[in-house]
């Protein structure tokens, strides 16, 4: 009896000691691509998630609302200043393990860029020739900083993602190997009433990117917002185009859950599930990681394989990069 008494002391001293040693284990990597870094200020305001389930509409003779809605019990609130959000946007990729696909104010971009060098990667976009001639676009991407072309939202401009006007720019990334981010779907309840009133909803059809394929057969692009709400017609363009793929942000946080687990499940069932890529649409509210993520996380319709693939593998089969430095 002693002698056991002896043997099960040692056994647990053991596996204590290896506990003490032994550092926690990292949760699984994620890949959030569709990241924006923007100065705080310019959208500072609370937000309750999946507030467009309930848009009862406007009147033209009286001033039109913001769309978002701060009407909950716990709203998201909006960082206070630059570095506060760098911050916080620091803190959550390395406790989530999570690598992000940033784009929009260059020097905010730098300084996380600096900061988190292993877990930012920087992208470009242009909407509209105004935005840069074709040579600066051209050099920002031989630069060795920006490795991505996005986001892409002619959309806003009342411009075709196939519009010539354009094309020199795609060409650029084509030679250069750059993967594209184009805005395509909604922009929110009222978005051509508000402040953008180029915007044409007709604009976000998924299949006028067909032109545009056509002529850059090597250029790999994702559609932002998965084309929402154009399941038909994004679904039959990955079809005809296999270097498609999707991102699921904005529509993942704004519009009521049913209709977001709808949308993601048609693609699923539809064979698509390797070229779905989880990305938040981030603008200002730290804790929108973790409302997103949630999204996924409970969708008991896919698997844990499907989960992953969403999460991270297929961002990684997409951006062409090195799994095994994610670990």
């Known amino acids: 009896m002693k002698k056991r008494f002896v043997l099960l002391f040692l056994l ?5 000691s290896q506990a003490q040693t032994t550092p926690p284990r990292r949760p699984l990597p994620i890949i959030d691509v569709h990241v924006h870094a923007m100065r705080v200020g310019t959208m500072s305001v609370e937000m309750c998630p999946w507030f467009l389930r309930d848009m009862p509409g406007g009147d033209p003779n009286q001033q039109m609302t913001a769309f978002l809605n701060a009407q909950c019990v716990d709203p998201l609130q909006p960082a206070k200043s630059d570095a506060e959000m760098q911050a916080a946007v ?3 990729m390395n ?3 999570m690598t992000i696909v940033a784009y929009g104010d260059p020097t905010i971009l730098r300084k996380w860029k600096k900061a988190a060098p292993d877990r930012v990667i920087a992208g470009i976009g242009v909407s509209s020739p105004k935005d840069m001639s074709v040579q600066a676009f051209t050099d920002s991407i031989s630069s060795g900083f920006y490795t991505v072309m996005g986001e892409v939202a002619p959309q806003y401009q009342g411009l075709s993602p196939s519009d010539m006007s354009l094309d020199a720019y795609f060409a650029a990334a084509e030679k250069q190997n750059v993967p594209v981010g184009i805005h395509m779907g909604t922009g929110g309840n009222g978005m051509a009433n508000i402040s953008q009133s180029s915007y044409r909803a007709s604009l976000g059809r998924p299949f006028l990117l067909e032109d ?3 002529r850059h057969p090597k250029m790999k692009i994702w559609v932002m917002h998965a084309g929402y709400p154009m399941a038909d ?4 363009l990955m079809g005809a185009n296999a270097y498609v793929y999707v991102d699921l942000a904005g529509f993942i946080w704004s519009y009521p859950q049913a209709e977001i687990h709808a949308y993601l499940k048609r693609l699923v069932q539809a064979g698509f599930g390797k070229r779905i890529m989880y ?7 730290p804790k929108l990681f973790e409302t997103s993520l949630s999204v996924i996380e409970n969708a008991d319709y896919l698997s844990f394989d499907q989960k992953r693939d969403i999460l991270f593998n297929n961002a990684v089969r997409f951006f ?8």
């Open 233 to 236: 017609e994004m679904i039959a």
């Open 95 to 97: 406790r989530l393990n």
């Open 279 to 285: 990305g938040t649409d981030f603008m200002i509210w």
């Open 12 to 16: 647990l001293s053991a596996v204590g």
């Open 320 to 327: 062409r990069l090195d799994a095994s430095k994610f670990k």
């Open 212 to 214: 545009l394929l056509a």
């Open 90 to 92: 620091l803190e959550t």
